[in-house]
């Protein structure tokens, strides 16, 4: 079973900025949804963002006007560029991909990248 490749994460100071990545290995399937949830500790994953195959965008109230996500249907890859860091934003970040093969849909998850912002 392929697995989402995640890339990005890291500690920075509030304020800052991060850029994700994330790329969902082969071809045979196109793009429904692919985003990133977070889950900070001791609460539940919630969505961040995520971008349509199509390229239609919807982000949680906490990201507006400081995340940014795209996508490379390409590459199958996403990018989300986290500007304005807080120390709220800290959690573990996971990619999702909700993708379509011939057979029908299957749903991914990344391992989780680590996202720390100091105060």
């Known amino acids: 079973q392929e697995q989402l490749v995640e890339s990005g994460g890291g500690l920075v100071q509030a304020g800052g900025s991060l850029k994700l990545s994330c790329t969902a290995p082969g071809s045979t399937f196109s793009i429904n949804y692919m985003g990133w949830y977070r889950q900070p500790p001791g609460k539940q994953r919630e969505l961040v963002a995520r971008?349509?195959?199509?390229?239609?965008?919807d982000y949680a109230d906490s990201a507006v006007g400081r995340f940014t996500i795209s996508i490379d249907n390409n590459k199958n890859t996403i990018s989300l560029q986290m500007d304005n860091l807080k120390p709220e934003d800290s959690a573990v970040y996971y990619c999702h991909a909700d993708l379509i093969y011939e057979w029908g849909g299957y749903e991914f998850w990344g391992q989780g990248t680590q996202v720390t912002v100091s105060p």
């Open positions: 971008v349509s195959g199509g390229g239609r965008a």
